[in-house]
């Protein structure tokens, strides 16, 4: 089962919008809504911050927000902050196995 | 409050064997999912498998089958990562998280277990 793919790296200046996909396989993010999303900072353990792809968990800014469509899924942070810096994983329940995660992405606030 | 509380950091040689523990408290440990994650140093996160306490069900991904054995005791609430013959690429953080039954995503997470394999 191979990783999700994920872009290395995004970045956008304070205030501005990104968008981070994630692109699977009809086996995994095409095939269920069961995408997921994880931000890690630094030495820290990963947070969840969207589930089941347009879920956000209680206390998880409404600044994100997930979607997908077809095979790729994507999270959206809007009006960047510092604090919004780290590394964004995506995960998706698979067929094949139990669980993929994405390569990860890490996200700049220039 | 729904809390993984992780064995502590291990320095291990080649060839030795090990077996890391998460505690879970705050809720009903046979009704959740735990989920293993590695993460190698500078690297992504990789699912290991999981496994359901309540009837002690275990996935693991293909990577990871024949090279780690995941376990739980219902009586101390307390899931278990376990291998018998450490290699150094086995170092890294290793996470523990869990997932209700029936849904598809994980929180909380442990804090990790970082493990160094090194002669």
């Known amino acids: 089962q191979s990783a999700l793919t994920q872009p290395a790296s995004v970045s956008g200046s304070p205030g501005q919008s990104i968008t981070i996909s994630c692109t699977g396989t009809?086996?995994?993010?095409?095939?269920?809504?069961?995408v997921s999303w994880y931000q890690q900072h630094p030495g820290k353990a990963p947070k969840l911050m969207i589930y089941?792809?347009?879920n956000r968990p209680s206390g998880v800014s409404n600044r994100f927000s997930g979607s997908k469509s077809g095979n790729t899924a994507s999270l959206t942070i809007s009006g960047l902050q510092a604090e919004d810096e780290g590394d964004y994983y995506c995960?998706?329940?698979?067929?094949?196995?139990?669980?993929?995660f994405g390569t990860g992405t890490k996200v700049t606030v220039l | 409050e729904m809390q993984l509380v992780q064995s502590g950091a291990e320095v291990k040689k080649p060839g030795e064997s090990l077996k890391i523990s998460c505690k879970g408290s705050g809720y009903s440990f046979t009704n959740y999912w735990i989920g293993w994650v590695r993460q190698m140093p500078g690297k992504g996160l990789e699912w290991m498998g999981i496994?359901?306490?309540?009837?002690?069900?275990?996935k693991y991904n293909p990577s990871f089958q024949g090279q780690v054995t995941i376990s739980a005791d219902k009586s101390i609430t307390t899931a278990f990562l376990q291998w018998s013959s450490l290699k150094a690429s086995d170092t890294a953080m290793y996470h523990c998280?869990?997932?209700?039954?029936?849904?598809?995503?994980?929180?909380?997470w442990g804090q990790g277990t970082l493990v160094t394999v090194s002669s």
């Open positions: 995960s998706s329940y698979t067929s094949r196995t139990t669980y993929v």
């Open positions: 009809s086996s995994d993010i095409g095939g269920y809504n069961y």
């Open positions: 998280t869990i997932a209700l039954n029936g849904d598809f995503w994980f929180d909380p």
């Open positions: 089941d792809v347009t």
């Open positions: 496994i359901y306490p309540g009837d002690s069900n275990t």
